[in-house]
């Protein structure tokens, strides 16, 4: 039943339809400079985020960058970047092995407690109950 829901993404009784929904980033704003940005953290799982990065990928100072960046996305740097990361987080823990402190590592965060917090904000379950309710039956451990 759960395999079906998630392929139709219809929620079964009693759980919440925040859980299946994936981040889509908005790429349909004509900013050209914001969408090279946008293209190059999906390609680099936005794992090198600093402001000065990021700028001189866009080609823009940094103040113009991140102004442009939020009215193009409707989200910041961070909030953009956090949600790419627990996206590829997501994909670790419903179809990996890894340790929830390795998923963390390998999508770009050092602090294993912070990234928790960000993800069950992001998401509305924790790392675990995300993993005992979405982990693929082909995954063994």
């Known amino acids: ?11 079964p009784p009693g759980r919440e339809q925040s859980y299946y929904s994936a981040f889509s980033p908005r790429l349909t704003h004509g900013d050209a400079a914001v969408l090279k940005v946008q293209h190059w953290l ?3 799982d936005a794992k090198e985020i ?5 700028a001189r990928q866009a080609g823009l100072e940094e103040r113009t960058f991140l102004r442009r960046f939020q009215k193009a996305t409707g989200l910041t740097t961070t909030e953009y970047c956090q949600r790419l990361r627990v996206g590829k987080a997501r994909e670790l823990l419903q179809f990996g092995t890894l340790s929830f402190d390795q998923v963390a590592w390998e999508v770009g965060y050092s602090d294993p407690g912070a990234f928790r917090k960000v993800f069950t904000k992001i998401v509305g379950l924790t790392p675990n109950d995300y993993r005992r309710r979405f982990r693929t039956s082909t995954v063994h451990g």
């Open 50 to 54: 600093d402001l000065p990065t990021l």
């Open 1 to 11: 039943m759960i395999q079906t829901a998630r392929a139709f993404l219809v929620d």
């Open 42 to 44: 999906q390609a680099t």
